[in-house]
């Protein structure tokens, strides 16, 4: 049996952490599978967006790939499933039957805003607009909407339960252990077996790796099979998070000032998760009398939907505080959260000024409606400003942390009297410490063979954790590798 590895995106080493992708090529005999562990979106480069996605291509026919798994549903894991339907995948995509629930949302706001990117590419070039339906390989979208359902068909089983050995060969099974970071997040284990030795070879993928004291999900669990190869995340593999509950204090005593001083406290959020944790946060703090009662807005369509997913899990065993309200917080008969999805809504929430709560997105400030409530009410002493998630480098949200006089959006100045306020613990990732640990959890520190792969991270942070864990872990029975954009490998069964 031969097992060969390629990494084909979303590494420490290359210029876009986003678009995850690996490589995976067991032979046995006559017969070759090939896995790919995520398909990720590559983001932030607005102008070469379809040239960086389109690459994919030239390492890998999408025809031949047998299964995908997915370790999450976040779009830098899953945004490219769709694009390979696009190019003749059949094969099975495999995923926890929560992520299964949430992908189908996240991939459909993917298409809109890629059909909006392309609608302006197409106009700057003065060419006709093109059918809603079809695609194209210089301005996208990268894929149809009929690709995103012919790719939620091929889930397989409608997704799998945590610790369900699933047989994806004579030779090779695969297990998911819950990562704690988002709801329906996978630790993804690769059983291989060599049909004359018998011996075994196991790989481990992190995907994301949630935190020991998450604020809705279970710390994540430990992988219980002895593991040759663990692939781990890095993107905070030289921080530290600071402690949350301090700053969780100071966000109740910000929305106490709120309430007595008659100010609006805007909150950027992403959609997924962090938008779930604050409704859970602020509905249980006002439930116990914490903070005062004012309302609280979800204002965003795609928030809305996704939390309609983890309203359907409240009650099955998803997240570790349950206990702690007796209703479900995610419904929309929460007392405290207004749930908007209609336009004019938003428009006329964004012009009202009295005590209350808007979580919108985008949680960077780049996109949806957020943006609206920032430019109508960052001119205002009435408003605070609460950054509770990672600001990339050239966002509207990292400029606003560094408290400028004013910003420009959509070619207006826009002049800032708004109080902004930044909170750092928020992060549903696993700081440097905690992969540290969790990497000792599931490998043994004395052991021979063994391999560690550093993946998504900052060159930084990758090349700190790779110190900590050559410091944690045998030099002569461990190696801990940083590897290149389509660096390929080979891997021995022991």
């Known amino acids: 049996m031969d097992v060969s590895l390629e990494f084909l995106g979303g590494l420490a080493t290359s210029d876009n952490l986003t678009g995850s992708c690996t490589a995976i090529s067991v032979s046995c005999g006559k017969k070759t599978t090939t896995i790919l562990v995520d398909v990720g979106l590559v983001q932030g480069d607005v102008k070469n967006f379809f040239a960086n996605n389109s690459k994919l291509l030239k390492s890998i026919n999408p025809a031949k790939v047998d299964y995908v798994i997915i370790t999450h549903a976040h779009i830098d894991h ?6 390979l339907v696009n190019n003749g995948f059949k094969g099975k995509v495999l995923c926890t039957k929560q992520t299964a629930d949430l992908i189908p949302i996240m991939l459909a706001d993917s298409f809109k805003i890629q059909r909006e990117l392309a609608k302006r590419k197409c106009q700057h070039a003065d060419e006709r607009p093109r059918n809603k339906d079809r695609t194209s390989k210089e301005t996208g979208p ?3 909407e009929r690709d995103v359902a012919k790719a939620i068909n091929l889930i397989m089983k409608s997704g799998l339960t945590y610790k369900e050995q699933v047989k994806l060969s004579n030779q090779m099974t695969l297990k998911f252990y819950a990562s704690g970071h988002i709801l329906g997040g996978a630790i993804s284990v690769l059983t291989m077996t060599e049909p004359k030795s018998k011996k075994v070879l196991r790989l ?3 995907g994301d790796l949630g935190r020991q004291e998450g604020m809705l999900l279970y710390p994540p669990a430990v992988v219980k099979e002895p593991l040759d190869c663990w692939f781990t995340e890095s993107t905070y593999g030289n921080k530290h998070h600071p402690e949350r509950q301090p700053e969780v204090d100071e966000l109740f005593a910000t929305i106490t000032e709120a309430a007595s001083s008659g100010k609006k406290i805007i909150i950027p959020s992403f959609a997924l998760q962090r938008s779930q944790e604050l409704i859970y946060l602020l509905t249980l703090a006002m439930k116990s009398g914490k903070i005062p009662d004012i309302p609280i807005y979800l204002d965003s369509p795609m928030s809305v939907k996704l939390t309609e997913v983890y309203a359907k899990y409240w ?18 008969e929460n007392p405290y959260v207004q749930f908007i999805t209609d336009y004019e809504e938003s428009i006329q929430l964004a012009g009202k000024m ?3 709560i808007v979580i ?11 943006r ?3 430019r109508v009410n960052l001119p205002s002493d009435q408003t605070i400003v609460c950054l509770v998630g990672y600001m990339s480098p050239a966002s509207l949200g990292r400029k606003l942390q560094g408290n400028p006089a004013k910003v420009n959006m959509n070619g207006q100045e826009v002049i800032i009297k708004a109080q902004i306020k930044l909170f750092q613990s928020f992060s549903a990732h696993a700081d440097c410490s905690e992969l540290v640990d969790y990497a000792k959890a599931v490998l043994s520190v004395e052991a021979t063979g063994q391999t560690i792969f550093i993946l998504h991270g900052e060159e930084t942070g990758s090349a700190n954790l790779k110190q900590l864990l050559e ?3 045998s030099p002569d029975g461990t190696q801990v590798v940083i590897p290149k954009e389509k660096e390929k490998l080979k891997i021995k069964v022991r």
Do not use: W
């Open 354 to 356: 009295a005590p209350l």
């Open 471 to 473: 410091a944690e872990f």
């Open 315 to 332: 009650d099955l065993g998803s997240f570790k505080n349950k206990h702690t309200l007796d209703f479900n917080p995610f419904n929309k």
């Open 372 to 374: 609206n409530h920032l």
């Open 360 to 370: 919108s997105g985008s949680g960077m400030c780049d996109a949806g409606r957020v």
């Open 142 to 144: 990268l894929f149809t």
């Open 204 to 206: 481990g993928f992190s």
């Open 78 to 83: 899953v945004g490219l499933l769709p694009f």
